[in-house]
């Protein structure tokens, strides 16, 4: 099956920028939709953004529009999520997902999870 490994997380302070990466070793990679999600303790899991299999078109959360920025590099087999004047209240695990079915917001759309990557931002 698809493994994700995601990195790229870390402390920050506000205003600061991050890029996070998931990649996979699967050369089946390229068929996937590919989506980031995020949890912040005690809260549900929320939709960060979506790429289509070959990076064609990209669908991004309203709250985060402008600041993220989801991409991928199937030659890499890698996707990117681009984190830009962050917030404290961007602080969160951010987790990858694949999807063979078309591009979702939901998390049931999506068949495989990475383990997750945290983010913190400091005020």
């Known amino acids: 099956q698809v493994q994700l490994v995601e990195s790229g997380g870390g402390l920050v302070q506000a205003g600061d920028s991050l890029r996070l990466s998931c990649a996979t070793s699967?050369?089946?990679?390229?068929?996937?939709?590919m989506g980031w999600f995020r949890q912040a303790p005690g809260k549900e899991r929320e939709f960060v953004g979506v790429?289509?299999?070959?990076?064609?078109?990209?669908t991004h959360a309203k709250s985060m529009k402008g600041r993220f920025t989801i991409s991928r590099d199937n030659a890499k087999n890698t996707v990117y999520l681009q984190m830009n004047r962050l917030k404290p209240e961007d602080t969160a695990i951010y987790s990858c997902?694949?999807?063979?079915?078309?591009?979702?917001?939901?998390?049931?759309?999506?068949?495989?999870w990475g383990q997750g990557t945290q983010v913190t931002v400091s005020s």
């Open positions: 997902a694949a999807s063979d079915y078309s591009d979702s917001d939901s998390p049931i759309a999506y068949n495989y």
């Open positions: 790429v289509s299999p070959r990076g064609a078109a990209t």
């Open positions: 699967e050369r089946t990679f390229s068929p996937y939709a």
